[in-house]
Nanobody, 122 residues
Framework: QVQLVESGGGLVQAGGSLRLSCAASGRTSSNYDMGWFRQAPGKEREFVAGITWAGSTNYVNSVKGRFTISRDAAKNTVYLQMNSLKPEDTAVYYC????????????????WGQGTQVTVSS
């Protein structure tokens, strides 16, 4: 079992930046694959970015070139650096963990954080 806690959300103007953090605790292992998802009001939770324990990454097309996912295994923490933010990036952002998977299917991530709100004003 692993617990995930997100932080770093907030209100930012369009074009600004935020860095989200996801701290893992409990039965932690550097071999977990991690993902960031987001959910806007009235919409489905969608995949944003994923990173394997080895550091391979993938992104949804809408954030490529603007967002960067990274991890610090020593700190059991995953980050999402978000640049050039747009109003359509407004959502609650969730961190999730799984093993042997780093794709976009949220059903394959058994561990989730509580989420952090990101609001981008125009």
């Amino acid at each position: 079992q692993v617990q995930l806690v997100e932080s770093g959300g907030g209100l930012v103007q369009a074009g600004g930046s935020l860095r989200l953090s996801c701290a893992a605790s409990g039965r932690t292992s550097s071999n977990y694959d991690m993902g960031w998802f987001r959910q806007a009001p009235g919409k489905e939770r969608e995949f944003v970015a994923g990173i394997t324990w080895a550091g391979s990454t993938n992104y949804v097309n809408s954030v490529k070139g603007r967002f960067t996912i990274s991890r610090d295994a020593a700190k059991n923490t995953v980050y999402l650096q978000m640049n050039s933010l747009k109003p359509e990036d407004t959502a609650v952002y969730y961190c999730a963990a799984t093993v042997n998977y780093w794709g976009s299917d949220k059903r394959l991530y058994p561990y989730w954080g509580q989420g952090t709100q990101v609001t981008v004003s125009s």
